[in-house]
């Protein structure tokens, strides 16, 4: 069965350092990878997807991803964080035969920003 | 992007009776559209998948009878929770798709936080 870990609940970060966000997955076949971001009252907005082909993954707002198989892992980073990052992070995989029909999802990772 | 919005917001009701959550794409035609819940530090489960003008398609687990899912329109889905009980208190987020395939981006809405009192 699918699965999705973030194993950061939460994440504290300056404004202007970098961030790391990690996700590791479990799923037998070539996954769907997804990054996704909440802010509070507003719905999930996707910052950046891998299907297949090149492995670091450039998204919206500056974040990337790099898809990794052998650790089975699809971390998330962005090189200089902004006050208007904090929100909750969420990791999704999805099938090959599914695409974006049924996600799974990790717990997601809240962000905090400090001046 | 797309805009997906979902009514209400959130919502307090009493044992016993029924809540209906609304899903609604505001400028696409959603033919798909998806209904997760989220429990507290859990991760979003889907629920079930509901195409337009077809009986929604439930995951292993889901009481088709006490969440009842109608997707009438092409614009407008709806969840209701049939005699709701506190421990259907939750967070309802649904998304929606446009034709497109596999590979069409689902849309969110902000998501619904039941309390059943």
């Known amino acids: 069965a699918q699965s999705v870990t973030q194993p950061d609940i939460h994440i504290t970060v300056s404004e202007g350092a970098s961030l790391e966000l990690r996700c590791n997955y479990s799923?037998?076949?070539?996954?769907?990878l997804f990054w996704y971001v909440q802010s509070p009252g507003q719905g999930l907005q996707l910052l950046l997807k891998?299907?297949?082909?090149?492995?670091l993954v450039q998204g919206i707002k500056g974040f990337e991803a790099e898809f990794k198989r052998s650790q089975s892992s699809f971390n998330l980073r962005k090189p200089s964080v902004h006050w208007s990052d904090a929100a909750e992070y969420f990791c999704a995989v999805g099938g090959g035969n599914t695409g974006f029909q049924k996600l799974v999802f990790g717990t997601g990772t809240r962000l905090l920003v400090s001046p | 992007g797309a805009v997906v919005s979902q009514h209400p917001s959130w919502v307090i009701c009493k044992s016993g009776t029924s809540v209906k959550i609304e899903c609604r794409s505001l400028d696409f035609q959603a033919t798909t559209m998806f209904w997760y819940r989220q429990f507290p530090k859990q991760s979003l489960m889907l629920m079930a998948t509901?195409?337009?003008?077809?009986?929604?398609?439930?995951e292993q687990g889901v009481e088709k009878d006490k969440f009842l899912i109608n997707h009438a329109s092409l614009t407008l889905s709806t969840l209701t929770v049939t005699s709701a009980h506190p421990e259907d208190s939750s967070f309802y987020i649904c998304?929606?798709?446009?034709?497109?395939?596999?590979?069409?981006?689902?849309?969110f809405g902000q998501g619904t936080r039941l309390t059943v009192v």
């Open positions: 799923y037998g076949a070539t996954p769907y």
């Open positions: 509901s195409n337009e003008g077809s009986k929604a398609t439930y």
């Open positions: 998304s929606a798709s446009a034709l497109g395939g596999l590979n069409t981006e689902a849309f």
């Open positions: 891998y299907f297949s082909g090149d492995t």
